[in-house]
C-alpha cells in the first residue's frame, strides 16, 4: 500500500509542476495542442488498434460480456470521431479569462474571472475515448490531468496519454500536464482520493458503485456526477 501510495503521489507532484505552466498557456497554444494531438490520433491509428487488441483480447478471455467489449473497442472510425472531437474543441472559445463585473450599491466595483483549478484528478471505467475527451477538455481549460482509467483499457488509455504528452511537448508545453497511471491495483485509486494538496478536484466517471467510492472515500473536492442515462 505505501508503494503504491508512494507513485500515486510521484505522478501528481509531477502533475503539479506541470500545472503552473499551463496555466499560463494562451489560447492558441493550448488549440495547437489539440490539433497536433489530432493529427498524431490519425497518424499512429494502427498503433492505437493493435494496443487496443491486447486490452480486447485479454477482455475476452477473463469473461468480459459483449456490451462491455463494444464499450472498449477502437477502430478506425472511431479514432476518427475522438480526432474530429478534438478539432471540434479547438474551434470553441477559451473559457480562461472570461470574467463579469458588478457594482455595489456603494459604488464598490468586484470582478470574478474564470481560472484554471490546477490539478484535476479522474478516475473512469472501461471507455478508453474517456482518456482523450477529459485529457483534452483539462487542457483546454489550462489545467493539468491524472488519469486513472480501468485496468480493462490499460494498453489503449496508456497509449493515448502517450499521443497526448507528445503533442504537448511538440507545442513547448510540460507532458506532465497528463499523467497516467500505469498501475491497475485498486489502492491506487483509494490513494489517488487522499492526494490532498496536490489534486485540486476530483472526478468520477462511471457506474453508482464508482460514485460513491469516490464521494464517500475521497479527501479532496468531488464532483459527483450522474449515473446511467441523466440526461434529457
Same mark, same amino acid.
Given at each position: ?9 510521484? %505522478?501528481?507532484?509531477?502533475?503539479k509542476?506541470?500545472s ?6 494562451? *489560447?492558441?497554444?493550448? @488549440?495547437?495542442? %489539440? ?11 494502427? #498503433?492505437?488498434? /493493435? ?18 467489449? +463494444?464499450?472498449?473497442? #477502437? +477502430?478506425?472510425?472511431? !479514432?476518427?470521431?475522438?480526432? $474530429? ?6 474551434? #470553441?472559445? +477559451? &473559457?480562461?479569462?472570461?470574467g ?15 481560472? &484554471?483549478?490546477?490539478? !484535476? ?6 471507455? &478508453? ?10 487542457? /483546454? *481549460? ?10 480493462? $483499457?490499460?494498453?489503449? @488509455? ?15 508545453? &510540460?507532458? +506532465?500536464?497528463v ?6 491495483e ?16 476530483? !472526478? ?17 473536492p468531488?464532483?459527483? *456526477? ?7
Amino acid at each position: 500500500m505505501e508503494e503504491i501510495s508512494l507513485y500515486i503521489e510521484g %505522478l501528481c507532484r509531477r502533475a503539479k509542476e506541470a500545472s503552473r505552466v499551463i496555466a499560463a498557456a494562451n *489560447t492558441e497554444k493550448k @488549440n495547437a495542442v %489539440l490539433l497536433r494531438c489530432a493529427a498524431l490520433l490519425r497518424e499512429r491509428a494502427a #498503433l492505437l488498434v /493493435k494496443e487496443n487488441q491486447k486490452d480486447m483480447d485479454s477482455a475476452a478471455e477473463n469473461g468480459v460480456k459483449e456490451v462491455m467489449l +463494444d464499450r472498449l473497442r #477502437l +477502430d478506425s472510425a472511431r !479514432i476518427e470521431g475522438i480526432a $474530429a472531437a478534438l478539432e471540434e474543441l479547438a474551434t #470553441l472559445a +477559451d &473559457p480562461i479569462g472570461e470574467g463579469t463585473q458588478w457594482v455595489r450599491p456603494n459604488g464598490l466595483k468586484i470582478r470574478r474571472f474564470r481560472v &484554471p483549478l490546477g490539478v !484535476i484528478g479522474v478516475i473512469y471505467e472501461a471507455r &478508453p475515448n474517456v482518456t482523450v475527451d477529459v485529457a483534452a477538455l483539462c487542457i /483546454k *481549460t489550462g489545467n493539468a490531468v491524472v488519469l486513472r482509467g480501468g485496468k480493462e $483499457a490499460l494498453h489503449s @488509455n496508456l497509449a493515448l496519454a502517450d499521443l497526448l504528452r507528445e503533442a504537448l511537448t511538440a507545442e513547448g508545453l &510540460p507532458a +506532465d500536464a497528463v499523467m497516467a497511471v500505469a498501475r491497475t491495483e485498486r489502492e491506487g485509486a483509494n490513494a489517488l482520493m487522499k492526494m490532498r494538496g496536490l489534486v485540486d478536484l476530483l !472526478i468520477p466517471r462511471g457506474g453508482k458503485g464508482l460514485i460513491r467510492a469516490v464521494v464517500e472515500g475521497a479527501s479532496v473536492p468531488v464532483i459527483e *456526477t450522474g449515473a446511467g442515462n441523466c440526461h434529457v
